[in-house]
């Protein structure tokens, strides 16, 4: 990979998403373009409004409002249609996949209205059209059934796909306020669509559940012959009295497949759904899908569903896929097994001593059961720079006693030194054993 | 796709996994073919003991003791190494990669103790060396983070790898049994691998952590210099414990990089976890990943982490990532563009009409709150076919109530013609509300 190509990439649209593409790829350009073994140059960026204040700034001479310097641009290898709407990107997503381009999209509106047309034309004039990022944001769906779950068929998928109406149902329930109040909030804090139905009623997850039916069982449904409900009608009484049944209200989307009758049922409603299940713990603006193969059993995904950045993930992975489409490349080439790339990502690197982690304990120990123990472990523990956040007594039978605590931040090599000293007193039996605490920090 | 082109691939080692491949490839063969455009042909098998009795019958003339007929035969596309263990597996993966092939694993130990020397062998012959199914079973952990997550760097990747522990420490924490009596049924389900170490001293979730490692950040790990600590010290105590100050304990695969440090943090270990954690609900058998990327966020995956059909599902995967490589096809080829390839999945698939669904329902009516009340409505709703589980009614100040009522299994076009028959009853106040129970039959 001495020479690395250079692929140009043609934005339509440089909205939230768009932004966070070009944001995103500046910000992992290096170990993109090692893992790609390509150069990523956004040639081009199309807005309608060229006045429009932006957040991110890109050079004057790569910004107009003529998408002619993308659709129709020969230098263009991949066209990211991130403006959105079933308007101009339906004709400017035409105009791209009959000149055969790559077409990568966020646009779930616009597949589920004109895919069986936009695949169509893709398909016969040797154009590609790929849409990771538009279902369920930065979760890998489209691929993982596409490709991961390729042995599979697929007799149910089910799941979250709006983060607004998740959010909204997330407030009502743990915070027992009404949907007219949790709106309000959702509205200030910008997560309702500007067309508010897209959200409420279901609309915008109905668009992904058409595109996951067509994905899994190559049947293109039209939204007016399926079930599309909205949150709207759900009060704080109904999560109540779902919540004593042992279940949660989530709105669903349900693509269940009976083999032998040979029927799909495609849908999206509200439904009540255990608490038991996965997907009924995917709260806020969070999405899940669970997908049953027949082969694989249940999988379940759960990630950010929208978001600049989420979203952008998902585009970015598209472009990857279509990187390595364009070099005719192995796609294994993503390089786990170019030495030379991976030492470069690992540049440096280095691997933490064990007895340098720092965090919290869980701390066993078996002690004889009589006065002063508590106080001596606790001297000990003090002279290791522990001190303990729980502690837990159970005498035994035997006149012995488990004490079990749990520390504040500790550092392993103490935890390690203490943990010796304990087993040399006295007082205590058998050496102590210790489990850590696992809290990610994110 | 007029002419497919065959595929050929040799098997070595016909136990669990190698069953489970030629099994599912025969099941779905149909579908995998109208996906790959390919033929796939499992032209040789090759096994130790040629005496060995084994569920699944095969075609004697492809059957042999001879791992040159697969391993140096230029017939063979596809290497499928799944003997496991390495001692022959790593000699005949040499071999075969340094021929140029490629080669699709479910072999952790191996990849683990020699990944750095085979992928390098691979590399330098033009081989390729595929081992989705070498972590976490079923589940793409190794396809997302490479392809679907290739825009991120990863802070925190941790979760749970073993599917064995987690069922000991499911079964103690939910029956409150000891870890001997645990294990004792855990060897009779055969959920434990002879070499019992690999599940109870972590190295089998060890060996997967390390190709995690390498995977997400390019530096391979020694097994001798990460913490790797089994769950054989929990007791029953421990479990109680941790779970009244609001943990669960699992045995958890850490993966930690501090980017401003550039340090890396590998580890194998039973941790307290927060339950509110979604890893923390992934109980039995199941196996799940938390992976945190700068981009994209936090992205949990949940699935069968062992299993005949699980693995074999990711062997599969791989091979059809192979067959794209081999065809030097775009990838996207997997044909959610060709028309044909879906009008046949789809062939004579109908869309179930709405009201021919079937479930159960939550009903909440409005009513007068009168005398005889609860008898009308359970009149009007019997006429309807429609009996009801449970029942809950609610006074309001204003001498109205609101009845909230969950139905046994009935059908849609009942429930609809209910609830407008109710919306014309005098008692009735407003038309009334109904959600749908999803329960998903797997």
Not at 207 to 215: R, T
Not at 248 to 265: E, G, P, T, Y
Not at 392 to 414: C, F, V
């Amino acid at each position: 990979m001495a020479d690395k190509r250079t692929i140009r990439i043609g934005l339509l649209g440089f909205g939230v998403v768009g932004q966070g593409v070009w944001k995103n790829i500046e910000k992992n350009r290096q170990a993109l373009e090692y893992r790609l073994g390509a150069v990523l140059d956004i040639t081009q960026v199309v807005v309608k409004n060229l006045n429009r204040e932006r957040g991110v700034q890109i050079p004057g001479e790569i910004y107009s409002d003529d998408p002619a310097r993308v659709v129709d641009n020969p230098e263009i290898d991949i066209v990211c249609e991130l403006m959105g709407g079933t308007g101009a990107a339906l004709e400017l997503t035409r105009r791209a996949l009959s000149q055969g381009k790559i077409v990568v999209t966020a646009n779930k509106a616009l597949i589920c209205e004109h895919g069986e047309e936009l695949f169509k034309i893709a398909h016969e004039n040797g154009g590609h059209y790929f849409y990771e990022a538009s279902v369920a944001g930065g979760i890998p769906i489209i691929k993982t059934i596409r490709e991961a779950l390729v042995a599979n068929r697929f007799s149910m998928i089910f799941g979250i796909l709006n983060g607004t109406s998740n959010y909204i149902l997330t407030r009502m329930e743990r915070e027992g306020l009404s949907f007219d109040a949790t709106l309000g909030d959702a509205r200030e804090l910008g997560y309702v669509e500007a067309d508010e139905a897209l959200d409420l009623d279901g609309v915008d997850a109905a668009h992904k559940a058409v595109i996951l039916a067509f994905l899994a069982h190559g049947k293109w449904v039209k939204l007016n012959e399926i079930i599309c409900e909205g949150i709207r009608e759900i009060t704080g009484d109904d999560i109540r009295i779902a919540g004593e049944l042992g279940y949660k209200i989530k709105l669903l989307a349900v693509i269940a497949r009976d083999f032998k009758a040979n029927q799909l049922s495609v849908r999206l409603h509200p439904a009540l759904i255990s608490k038991s299940e996965v997907i009924a713990g995917v709260d806020e603006v969070y999405n899940g899908v669970s997908v049953t193969g027949d082969v694989v059993g249940t999988t379940v995904l759960i990630g950010r569903g929208a978001g600049q950045d989420a979203t952008s993930s998902s585009v970015i992975s598209d472009i990857a896929d279509a990187v390595f489409m364009l070099q005719g490349a192995p796609k294994a080439a993503i390089s786990e097994e170019d030495e030379a790339v991976y030492a470069r990502l690992a540049d440096g690197l280095e691997l933490t001593a064990p007895e340098d982690l720092e965090g919290r304990y869980y701390l066993r120990i078996h002690v004889q059961d009589q006065e002063g123990v508590l106080a001596a472990l606790t001297d000990l523990l003090t002279k290791h720079h522990i001190s303990f956040a729980t502690v837990n007594q159970k005498e035994l039978s035997d006149g012995t006693a488990r004490i079990m605590l749990t520390t504040h931040q500790s550092r392993e090599s103490n935890i390690r030194a203490a943990k010796e000293a304990l087993a040399g007193l006295n007082i205590v039996l058998s050496p102590p054993v210790s489990f850590r605490i696992f809290e990610p920090e994110v």
